[in-house]
């Protein structure tokens, strides 16, 4: 019986993009709720994000205070997202 392949999810890529896995807030780490808000956890939504978008989403968390659950994240960390996004793109585009 063959084994079967791992599954990964928009929350998993976050994680390997540097964005905390740790912190909780509500019970959500950072991961899951940019997974979550940002991309609905699916990544066909990939395809509909723009940079615009992305950059007001992440203006969004940065506004928020600490007790809204503000995420701030460093330019590496962004940079990262937005080639998670181009390679999304690119694997469903290829099939």
């Not at 808000?37 to 994000?49: A, E, Y």
Request: proline content about 3%; some cysteine; charged content about 20%.
């Amino acid at each position: 019986m063959a084994a079967v392949p791992p599954f990964f999810t928009v929350h998993d890529d976050m994680v390997i993009c540097g964005i905390d896995n740790v912190t909780l807030f509500q019970g959500h780490t950072q991961a899951e709720r940019i997974a979550y808000k940002i991309f609905l956890d699916n990544f066909t939504t990939t395809m509909d994000s723009t940079i615009d978008k992305l950059n007001k989403e992440f203006k969004t968390l940065t506004g928020l205070t600490i007790a809204q659950g503000q995420i701030r994240l460093m330019p590496a960390i962004k940079k990262n997202i937005r080639a998670f996004i181009q390679w999304c793109r690119d694997e469903i585009r290829m099939g």
